[in-house]
């Protein structure tokens, strides 16, 4: 329970199904032991750790014992939640699994939406906590001056000298061709979080996109190619796409310039989901 971290994903498991699918969304904590349990674990101590998850309701229930042949050789040799039958351990509460077993239950557990709501769900609790640290960092560094540290926090939300100097570069969105200011967001290409201070700064690292599209960039649904063109997540459903009118390409004739391409580089290798 202890070794959970924001972001981590769930998967509840009872009378021999998967239902749902749940994104940890904080630390673990000391906490007694729920009423709810009653009769339940009577050999387990009164006290221990509260894991908080966000669960989502999958489209459709997962029987793993049906497919255990093709899930044997993805569990771990000591510790997993199914015995040598394909059966619930019922030794263990929390297993902790590998990456492709649970790719593997996450695509049989629900439809595109449910995995990327899940995904989405999971890459923000990841990010907020990563920033959370981040900016207890800044707060505390005695070598960055008031001045500094007020600018460099003001970028995080697109505000103060970071939005003036992406503006500079380019003042209407990438997307959609919107100009007027109040109904865009100096969005960083690569996060702030991930970002050193002057990169946070740097409005070569940055974007002016329409709200909407700010919310598909932030969370990798959309990335572009350094010759500008708009490039799709497979994660982006079809209604999505529909609904936000998105095109194949952006505006034409609109390259990146080589210091922007650096950016949008680390973007499509580590934001955007293919």
Not at 153 to 168: D, L, T
Not at 233 to 246: G, M, P
Request: proline fraction near 5%.
């Amino acid at each position: 329970m202890t070794r959970t971290e924001p972001g981590d994903l769930v998967f509840s498991y009872a009378n021999a199904k998967i239902h749902d699918v749940g994104v940890v969304c904080g630390k673990a904590t000391e906490a007694p032991k729920p009423q709810e349990f009653g009769i339940v674990g009577n050999d387990w101590s009164m006290d221990g750790w509260l894991v908080s998850v966000d669960f989502i309701a999958t489209s459709r229930s997962f029987r793993p014992k049906d497919q255990f042949n093709y899930i044997k050789p993805m569990l771990a040799a000591k510790y997993a939640p199914l015995n040598k039958a394909g059966e619930g351990n019922q030794g263990a509460y929390l297993s902790q699994i590998s990456q492709s077993l649970a790719n593997y239950l996450l695509n049989n557990t629900g439809d595109a939406n449910v995995r990327s709501q899940v995904l989405s769900e999971a890459i923000t609790a990841s990010a907020q906590i990563k920033e959370a640290s981040e900016l207890e960092r800044l707060n505390t560094d005695p070598g960055i001056s008031p001045t500094e540290r007020e600018q460099i926090s003001k970028a995080r939300v697109g505000q103060g000298q970071f939005r003036r100097a992406v503006s500079e570069i380019g003042h209407s969105c990438r997307v959609t061709g919107l100009k007027e200011p109040q109904h865009l967001r100096a969005s960083h290409i690569k996060p702030w979080r991930d970002s050193s201070n002057r990169e946070r700064l740097d409005g070569n690292n940055g974007l002016m996109l329409a709200v909407h599209i700010d919310h598909l960039f932030d969370k990798g649904f959309i990335t572009f190619s350094d010759d500008g063109k708009l490039i799709l997540s497979s994660q982006l459903s079809q209604e999505a796409r529909q609904s936000f009118n998105l095109l194949a390409v952006a505006r034409p004739g609109e390259h990146f310039s080589p210091e922007q391409s650096m950016f949008l580089t680390y973007h499509r290798q580590v934001i955007f989901a293919p």
